[in-house]
Nanobody, 122 residues
């Protein structure tokens, strides 16, 4: 069992930065791939970025490439999402998720956090 708690969301102006953190409980964190997803009002949940268990492989959706960076610290049971050059269209609730493989589908992630709101003003 893994419990995930996100933090770091907030309200920033366009062009600003935020760093999201997701802390996991449980001794098996380092065996899971991790993903960051987001869901805007009226839209489906979409993957933003993912990272494999060792941190050596990452995936980014096209709209965030070059602006967002996913990383993890297995010693701290934490995964991060550094978000730079934020745009109003990045506004959403951001969720972290843990699963057995680094995949794109939310259906294949086993554990989810409660989400953190990110709002970007223009």
């Amino acid at each position: 069992q893994v419990q995930l708690v996100e933090s770091g969301g907030g309200l920033v102006q366009a062009g600003g930065s935020l760093r999201l953190s997701c802390v996991a409980s449980g001794r098996t964190f380092r065996t899971y791939a991790m993903g960051w997803f987001r869901q805007a009002p009226g839209k489906e949940r979409e993957i933003v970025a993912a990272i494999n268990w060792a941190g050596g492989s990452q995936y980014y959706t096209d709209s965030v490439k070059g602006r967002f960076t996913i990383s993890r610290d297995n010693a701290k049971d934490t995964v991060y999402l550094q978000m730079n050059s934020l745009k109003p269209e990045d506004t959403a609730v951001y969720y972290c998720a843990a699963g057995p493989n680094m995949v794109l589908s939310a259906l294949l992630y086993t554990y989810w956090g409660q989400g953190t709101q990110v709002t970007i003003s223009s």
